[in-house]
Each structure stands twice: as structure tokens, then as C-alpha cells.
């Protein structure tokens, strides 16, 4: 399914598609399912079919929001794919299993809610708290990275590239970062936003799956008040307020279900309960290089360790956005993220260097890190 925004015959295609996939996923193990992949690219570079790409971005989602919202919200300059494919870049979006538009096995049944979130759903949906039917967490890095490599498999067929470059935000970072590490062939570069801190072991659960549940879900107010407000610390960090309201929009649209299960209208979104593992062993083998931007509010020092784990890629940049949350994206300084990833993605420079650390200003602005740590 494909679709124009613009007005002109430099317009951008969206192209929804569903790629073919044996699950790994232990809850549908071994059956195929179909992963969405999102494609924002100029019209002009699809009528040019035969024509090499100037690159090819994959854009993998974090912990809550699918790919689709986190790197393609449909207002005003908050779409990063728009902006990347713009500048003339095939951007391709994956939304892993228990998001979005992707398969959501054993979720859609409210039992199996994690416990700690099961009165969320008391008495409308649950009488009482209940044992989940599929008593075990959901998803793993494995079955991510599996995902992972479908996807770049069927991009690279369909674009005739060996390699294209990937980015992801907080736990989107381990997830395209282990996948760097795992297949440095096919990695051009790496771009790392906001990265999730270091997962607590390298090594995989002694059983897969684990003992848990499958379901999380999240609140409007944890979300926006107790995750993003908490952050939000100069006048004009968030330039446009309604964009939360715009973004709820989309996860209830996105999530569906979700939608009907709150005790009001606001609905809660649901995410998979994962099994992650390994991202301090991963960062330490990425090779291609990398560049790491890191709000200054957002836990920094704790998701600045990322950066002290690269350890086999000479090139590599980290940026402190300054006056910028976990959520930067959705801020004022979504402008220096863009900026920045352009530039590393044309050059593998940040104000034309390939290595060093940096701070930021939101629109851009570049300056030497001076070594003051923010928290």
C-alpha cells in the first residue's frame, strides 16, 4: 500500500508493507507471521527504480511506541524519515512483534497482563486479579535480532544494496546495535538516540521463555507526566504542547485494542514483555561507525555509559542535546537530531569530525563537551 505526501513530483511515498517471517518468538514459534515495514522515500527516487540510493536508513522503534510513531508522526516537522527522506534517503521503518501493526501473539487477552498492571483493568475488564494462560514473558533480544535480519534481508533484495545503516532510540538502541555487532557486513553506519542503559546480564535467561507475562501496559499520565514531565526543565523544551495529545491519538489508533481497556476514554497502551540481554557485550563489538546522541535530561550519566562501551569503531561521536529529554524527538531539539544524523549519515562526521564528544545546542549548534557531567 502506498500513498503521496506533497504536492509536487518531489512528493514522499509512504509504502506499507508486510514482510514474510518465521517467528522466533517462543508464544508463535515457527509460523510465519508478517512484520510492517514502513518506506518513506521521494517519489522521484522510485521513478528512478534502476538508480543506486544515496543510502538506505532502517529505523527501529524503542520499548512503547511502534516505528510508526517514533520515527513518522504525521505533524508538522516531527517525522524523522520525512526529514532523512527528503535529503534523498531510502528510510525503511520495522515495527517488531507486540507493537503496532505487527503480530501481538497472546496479548489480546486481558489475563495476560502482567500483575503489576492488571488493576488498570479492574473491575471493567477483569473482575479480580487473575494467573496468565501464557504464564512467560513475550519476545527476547534473539527473537528481535531475528526480526531484525528478515528485514534488512528483504531491504537489501528489494533496493539491490549490500549494506545500509540503521538507527534506533532508547531500546531501539540495543536492538539495531546488537544487530550491528552480530553483522558488521551489512552495517554502512550506526545512530544511537537516547540509548537505554546497559541491560543488567550479557548472557540469555538460563530458560527461554522466561516466567512472567506477556502484556505491559502504560498509562497516559506515567507516560507524559511521571516519564516525559518530570524531564521537561526550560521554557521551549516542547515547542508544540498538543504534541502529546497528538501522539496518544496515534498509539490508541495504533494499539486498538488498547483503546478499550481503560476505565475512561483515554485507553492504555500495550507493549510485549521482553527478555533482554547482552547490549554491553553488543556495544562493545559494533565496527561501523557511530554516533550517540544523548538528551542532557535524560538519566545521563546512566545512558552515557553506551558511549564509554564503544570499543572496536575508531569513528565515533557522541552529541549532548542540550535542553533535551528522553523524548527529544517530540522536543524543539528534534531539529539537532536531524541535523546531526544527516550530516553523520552523508559524511560519518558531526561538524566534520569523525570522533570526539560534543554538546549540542536544540537547533544545532556545536560545541567541545566540556567535561561538566548533567544528570
Known amino acids: ?80 524519515a520525512a526529514t532523512f527522506a527528503r535529503a534523498g534517503y531510502d528510510c525503511f521503518i520495522l515495527t517488531l512483534t507486540g507493537y503496532g501493526s505487527s ?9 495476560n497482563v502482567d500483575a503489576h498492571f492488571q488493576h488498570l483493568l479492574i473491575p471493567h475488564i477483569l473482575k479480580e486479579p487473575v494467573s496468565p494462560r501464557y504464564p512467560f514473558k513475550l519476545v527476547s533480544s534473539r527473537s528481535e535480532f531475528d526480526e531484525i535480519e528478515t ?9 539491490k544494496v549490500e549494506r545500509l545503516s540503521v538507527y534506533g532510540w532508547s531500546t531501539g538502541a540495543p536492538r539495531v546495535g546488537g544487530f550491528a555487532a552480530l553483522h558488521p557486513e551489512l552495517v554502512d553506519k550506526v545512530i544511537l538516540v537516547c540509548p537505554a542503559p546497559f541491560f543488567p546480564s550479557d548472557a540469555p535467561p538460563v530458560a527461554i521463555p522466561e516466567p512472567g507475562a506477556p502484556t ?24 508544540h504542547p498538543e504534541i502529546r495529545d497528538v501522539l496518544w491519538t496515534g498509539l490508541m489508533l495504533e494499539d486498538g485494542l488498547g483503546a478499550e481497556w481503560a476505565a475512561d476514554e483515554r485507553g492504555v497502551m500495550r507493549a510485549p514483555n521482553r527478555m533482554n540481554y547482552g547490549w554491553r557485550a553488543n556495544a562493545a563489538n559494533i565496527r561501523a561507525p557511530t554516533l550517540i546522541m544523548l538528551g542532557e535530561f535524560d538519566n545521563y550519566q546512566k545512558r552515557r555509559d553506551s558511549w564509554h ?43 566534520g569530525a569523525r570522533s570526539g564528544e560534543f554538546h549540542s545546542d536544540r537547533d544545532g549548534a556545536l560545541f567541545p563537551l566540556d567535561g561538566t557531567e548533567k544528570s
Open 151 to 159: 528485514a534488512v534481508a528483504f531491504i537489501r533484495d528489494l533496493r
Open 1 to 80: 500500500m502506498q500513498h503521496r505526501t506533497g504536492q509536487n513530483d518531489d512528493s514522499i511515498l509512504t509504502i506499507d508493507r508486510f514482510v514474510p517471517h518465521i517467528s522466533t518468538v517462543p508464544a508463535n514459534a515457527g509460523k510465519l507471521v508478517a512484520l510492517h515495514l514502513r518506506e518513506r522515500v521521494l517519489a522521484s527516487r522510485v521513478s528512478r527504480s534502476g538508480d543506486a540510493p544515496m543510502g538506505v536508513v532502517l529505523f527501529v522503534h524503542g520499548g512503547f511506541l511502534p516505528g510508526t510513531l517514533a520515527y513518522d508522526l504525521a505533524y508538522k516537522d516531527y517525522s524523522a
Open 103 to 111: 503480530p501481538k501473539p497472546m496479548m489480546d487477552d486481558p489475563a
Open 309 to 351: 562501551g564503544l570499543k572496536s569503531t575508531e569513528d565515533k561521536v557522541f552529541v549532548r542535546i542540550g535542553a533535551a529529554s528522553h523524548f527529544a524527538m517530540f522536543e524543539h531539539a528534534r531539529r539537532a537530531l536531524h541535523r546531526h544524523g544527516l550530516e553523520w549519515l552523508a559524511s560519518g562526521t558531526v561538524g
Open 216 to 239: 505491559l501496559l502504560q498509562t497516559r499520565e506515567f507516560l507524559f507526566e511521571e516519564r516525559w514531565q518530570a524531564d521537561v526543565r526550560v521554557e521551549g523544551q516542547i515547542e
